[in-house]
């Protein structure tokens, strides 16, 4: 056998690592289009945009009457905003915490709202994401591109908290520090 014949074909495990990596850093690059992932997604500050979407699920109140959002129900409200979808994985992950925050916040008068791109072509995955999640109660606006495009959304889930002012004082890409920002928001809440 000749030396070239002894020679292993195939990258070996640390070519196959430094691949893999400069691949991931290469799509990580291009899924970012052009700006670094930030800690707040979406800037403080950023008004609560009007609510727009192809139709609404879970707006329907004990007495038959519909409860779907808009920036006048939610004024002087803090509303936490997740924008999620049906095929996301880490929107599936945070969905038990987020029901969980709901269950203990919304007594407290915090509004949750769910925003999905998917239209009504997605109907039936988007209600069965629902049913299949214990707790996902509030209000979800479906074909909710233009407001998603308005707050600037580019990786799902990215959760936003607006104060009573109506403005951005917190945002995440998952739900480690939701909580205090809930609690710092309605710290703000004025006195009825």
Not at 53 to 67: I, K, P, S
Not at 87 to 114: K, Q, T
Not at 139 to 153: R, W, Y
Request: proline share 8%; with cysteine; net charge negative.
């Amino acid at each position: 056998m000749t030396a070239e014949g002894s020679q292993k074909s195939g990258l070996g495990w640390g070519e196959l690592l430094g691949l893999l990596l400069l691949v991931g850093a290469l799509g990580l690059m291009m899924f970012r289009q052009g700006g670094p992932i930030s800690d707040m997604p979406v800037p403080a500050g950023v008004p609560l945009p009007k609510m727009m979407a192809e139709g609404w699920l879970n707006v329907e109140a004990a007495d038959g009457t519909r409860r779907t959002p808009s920036r006048n129900s939610l004024r002087g409200r803090v509303v936490v905003i997740d924008n999620w979808a049906t095929w996301c994985a880490p929107c599936r992950a945070a969905m038990p915490e987020l029901a969980r925050l709901y269950r203990e916040y919304r007594p407290m008068g915090v509004e949750f709202i769910g925003l999905t791109p998917e239209g009504e072509s997605e109907l039936s995955a988007i209600k069965q994401f629902i049913g299949e999640m214990p707790g996902f109660d509030w209000p979800v606006g479906f074909g909710a591109s233009p407001t998603i495009d308005m707050l600037g959304i580019q990786f799902f889930p990215t959760l936003i908290v607006f104060g009573p002012d109506g403005s951005c004082v917190w945002s995440s890409f998952h739900t480690n520090g939701l909580a205090d920002a809930l609690d710092k928001a309605l710290a703000t809440v004025p006195a009825e």
